[in-house]
């Protein structure tokens, strides 16, 4: 079954906050292999004009990729979620995301298409601070796997 056009341009309401900890970022910088200093010591963060450690720039896809889960959970957009993979990820960033920071997520369905009966959706997450100030945009598309003829 086709996903719902009249779905595109559906915003949804932002997440709860979800508060960045060092910790989390120490771990994440380790499972993907990045010692990059910033990540993990404030220090050598200070140093190249940060607050506190940043995170790595796909930390954010954990956030997104969460807030994402209202819009794929939605059952009157009729996605089957068990025939979703993942088809692509960007992001644009107005700054790093920091230890400490309280960050909210705005999803929106961006694009609803069917190409050779596969379903393809387009989300777009805007994070913002608890100060209300922009810190990234992702962007994830998810294909439904057409499903197979009896």
């Given amino acids: 079954m086709a ?7 559906r915003s949804y309401p932002p997440t709860s906050p979800y508060e960045v900890g060092r910790e ?12 990059h200093p910033a990540y993990t ?3 050598a963060a200070k140093a190249l004009g940060y607050q506190d450690v940043i995170a790595p720039p796909t930390f954010v896809f954990s956030i997104t990729y969460r807030a994402a889960g209202v819009v794929v959970q939605d059952p009157q957009l009729g996605l089957d979620y068990s025939r979703v993979v993942h088809g692509a990820q960007r992001f644009a960033y107005t ?21 050779a009966g596969n379903d393809v ?3 777009r997450g805007e994070v913002h601070d608890e100060s209300g100030e922009h810190v990234v945009t992702a962007w ?5 796997r057409a499903a197979e003829e009896a």
Wanted: charged share 30%; proline share 2%; glycine share 8%.
């Fill in 3 to 9: 996903l719902d056009q009249s779905f595109v341009g």
């Fill in 24 to 35: 989390k970022i120490r771990e994440f910088a380790e499972a993907i292999g990045d010692a």
């Fill in 41 to 43: 010591d404030a220090e």
């Fill in 95 to 115: 700054r790093p995301v920091r230890a400490g920071d309280r960050l909210t997520v705005v999803s929106t369905i961006e694009g609803v298409k069917s190409m």
């Fill in 121 to 123: 959706l387009d989300i």
């Fill in 140 to 144: 994830t598309k998810l294909v439904a």
